[in-house]
């Protein structure tokens, strides 16, 4: 039980930020709060990652696209395009759409990298999707035929994606670097992407009531959450973690009804549910559709 607990921490924190995100809104720039998060995180780290990065300099040259590509979507895209999100939707929208992470990176690797499509996948998929658009739709199907996807709906479907590509070349890669010195070399490059949004934004600067936010957004969420998450991944395994990653929209939402005030609707909770079961089905039903591929060799 006590492996748990690092894992259900860190989704604890993640699912904190998503509020977090919302209490941002009008009190710091979503271009600004994205960079300087980033900026203090690596200035944090520096002491002690620069140190191993440059001892492990060689191996590190031959990968920095792949760290540079790492670093722009799962750090700069992913979380810029959530505090952009924060501005047109709610914070249970968020966590809602937010669950499809695992399903959505389950096909992708079946897509990049040869793994097993399943039954459960494919069922599981179809039943996620048609609940993130009861969700979006507000509960019907026909209000978002006439309306069309929110923008802060869409764009935190956009963010989702990219993290979720994020992580199927995570695992596609197998880079050489430790946890440390590989975060620090992806948060340098999401610091080079993110600086000409913050330099081209409009700036309320660091204040009294952006300062939080920020703080939470630069320690636990940046630096905390990551290092807990992969040792309880260590310890028990990632299919398991992954069951605990599903607990995000339900936390989202519970923190977002008792310190937003938001209310959940009906179609929140059928829509979450559906999500979760298609989630389920994608995790735990393994009957092949069709084998798994060999991967083509690394490209150096």
């Keep these: ?7 259900l921490t860190a989704v604890l924190i993640w699912s904190a930020n998503v509020i977090v ?4 809104v009008g009190h710091i720039f979503p271009a600004e709060i994205a960079f300087l998060r980033w900026f203090a995180a690596g200035l944090i780290l520096t002491p002690f990652a620069l140190p191993a990065l440059w001892r492990h300099r060689t191996q590190l040259r031959p990968h920095l696209a792949q760290y540079a590509a790492l670093g722009v979507l799962g750090m700069a895209i992913y979380q ?18 937010l669950s499809l992470l695992p399903l959505t990176t389950l096909t992708l690797a079946v897509v990049v990298l040869g ?4 039954a459960g996948a494919v069922a599981g998929g179809l039943l996620s999707i048609f609940g993130v658009l009861f969700v979006v739709g507000h509960g019907s199907i026909t209000h978002l035929a006439d309306q069309g996807i929110g923008v802060g709906d869409a764009m935190m479907f956009a963010a989702m994606l990219a993290y979720a590509i994020y992580c199927v070349l995570l695992r596609k890669w197998h880079l050489p ?7 620090y070399a992806q948060i340098v490059f999401a610091i080079v992407a993110l600086l000409p949004f913050y330099l081209a934004s409009k700036k309320t600067g660091i204040s009294m009531d952006n300062l939080p936010q920020l703080a939470f957004a630069t320690i ?5 959450a990551p290092f807990i998450w992969m040792i309880g991944v260590a310890r ?3 299919r398991r973690a992954t069951v605990v990653i599903n607990l995000v929209p339900i936390f989202t939402a519970l923190i977002a ?3 937003l005030g938001e209310q959940l609707a009906v179609y929140h909770l059928a829509g979450g549910a559906l999500i979760l079961a298609g989630v389920a089905l994608g995790e735990f039903w393994h009957l092949p559709i069709r084998k798994s591929r060999e991967l083509a060799p690394k490209l150096q």
């Design 257 to 259: 009804a008792f310190g």
């Design 115 to 118: 793994d097993v499509l399943t």
């Design 21 to 24: 995100n919302k209490l941002s």
């Design 236 to 238: 028990i395994g990632p």
């Design 220 to 224: 636990p969420v940046s630096i905390l």
């Design 177 to 183: 670097l430790a946890p440390l010195p590989s975060l």
């Design 1 to 7: 039980m006590f492996n748990f607990i690092l894992p």
């Design 80 to 97: 810029g395009l959530a505090y952009s999100a924060a501005h047109y939707t709610s914070a249970t929208n968020m966590g809602i759409i």
